[in-house]
């Protein structure tokens, strides 16, 4: 499908006229004409506003081999799978802040409450307990998904339950979260070793985020990706580029995160900035060869 074709299917689904179009992107109304007719097209930073105001992907505007999605249906599951991901995200980034509380808690913490307020010490491998919040949390979110896109009577309803579910996993995070704070409420961190597990848990966003730029969820959003001129207009080289980064962004991202728990009286900015630069350097790297080899 050529550009003018889905811009002008884009800017229909909207609802915008073209002299819509034209007075936010403060130009004449004759130049969106002219790109609706396949005369000429907008410069790059055109399509970027264009995308804004359409909210699509460039992908969606530029990519010829990728078809035009305007039906509600189409959007839906795409929202469902947006709501699927950040859920999936919330619950890696859950259990690894609960495996990050072994590093920093001391060999025994609070394990019980009776009912007049009395603690009892117990193991600090208890704590392991907090990732059972988040187990339930990923079989409620994977079986809803499962189950939607299977059943026929689920999915006019699959962003309603997906949504529903992640706050359901909120609410099971935010559970864990206290009855943490709760069993390790008397330790006291020194101020390395607190910036560390800052560190570590910066980390372990990182290390939850980047698996979902790969290309096989992130279709070139405007958020997530290796985002370059390169990349941008080419879907081969978003899906090479992307793939790689995806993976080696989330296993640097890994790696920081146990060095920073290990060792965590360590200066916390070597492992920071190590694992950041470690992740970076071979998609750098990765992106500039198959760039190199696409100019020969």
Same mark, same amino acid.
């Given at each position: 499908m050529k550009f003018s074709?889905?811009?002008?299917?884009?800017?229909?689904?909207?609802?915008?006229?073209?002299?819509?179009?034209?007075?936010?992107?403060?130009?004449?109304r004759q130049s969106v004409s002219k790109w609706?007719?396949? $005369?000429?097209?907008?410069?790059?930073? =055109? &399509?970027?506003?264009?995308?804004? /105001?359409? #909210?699509?992907?460039?992908?969606?505007?530029?990519?010829?081999?990728?078809?035009?999605?305007?039906s509600a249906e189409v959007k839906q599951e795409r929202r469902a799978k947006k709501v699927f991901i950040i859920s999936l995200i919330l619950l890696s980034l859950g259990a690894l802040l609960a495996i990050a509380l072994l590093f920093v808690a001391t060999p025994e913490i609070v394990s019980h409450f009776d009912g007049k307020g009395n603690e009892t010490l117990g193991s600090k491998y208890?704590?392991?307990i907090n990732l059972v919040p988040v187990a339930l949390g990923v079989i409620l979110t994977i079986s809803s998904r499962i189950y939607?896109?299977?059943?026929?009577?689920?999915?006019?309803?699959?962003?309603?339950?997906?949504?529903?579910?992640?706050?359901?996993? $909120?609410?099971?995070?935010?559970?864990? =979260? &206290?009855?943490?704070?709760?069993? /390790?409420? #008397?330790?006291?961190?020194?101020?390395?070793?607190?910036?560390?597990?800052?560190?570590?848990?910066?980390?372990?966003?990182?290390?939850?985020?980047?698996?979902?730029?790969?290309?096989?969820?992130?279709?070139?959003?405007?958020?997530f990706?290796?985002?370059?001129?390169?990349?941008?207009?080419?879907?081969?080289?978003?899906?090479?580029?992307?793939?790689?980064?995806?993976?080696?962004?989330?296993?640097?991202a890994l790696l920081g995160y146990v060095l920073a728990l290990i060792f965590i009286d360590w200066d916390f900015a070597v492992v920071f900035i190590s694992s950041i630069l470690l992740g970076i350097i071979p998609c750098l790297v990765y992106h500039e060869v198959l760039r190199s080899k696409k100019g020969d």
């Open positions: 074709d889905k811009l002008k299917a884009l800017r229909e689904a909207k609802g915008y006229t073209q002299e819509e179009i034209a007075s936010r992107l403060s130009i004449a609706e007719q396949g $005369i000429n097209e907008p410069d790059f930073e =055109t &399509v970027k506003r264009l995308c804004v /105001i359409l #909210d699509c992907s460039i992908a969606d505007l530029i990519d010829s081999d990728k078809e035009v999605v305007t208890t704590l392991l939607g896109k299977k059943s026929k009577k689920y999915s006019s309803y699959k962003l309603m339950v997906q949504s529903i579910a992640l706050g359901v996993d $909120i609410v099971l995070i935010a559970v864990a =979260t &206290v009855l943490s704070i709760l069993m /390790i409420k #008397d330790h006291n961190l020194g101020a390395t070793a607190l910036m560390n597990l800052l560190v570590a848990g910066t980390l372990a966003l990182i290390a939850s985020v980047a698996p979902f730029t790969h290309p096989h969820f992130n279709s070139r959003n405007p958020l990706g290796f985002r370059s001129n390169f990349t941008l207009f080419s879907d081969r080289a978003w899906k090479k580029v992307n793939s790689f980064s995806s993976i080696a962004i989330a296993l640097s």
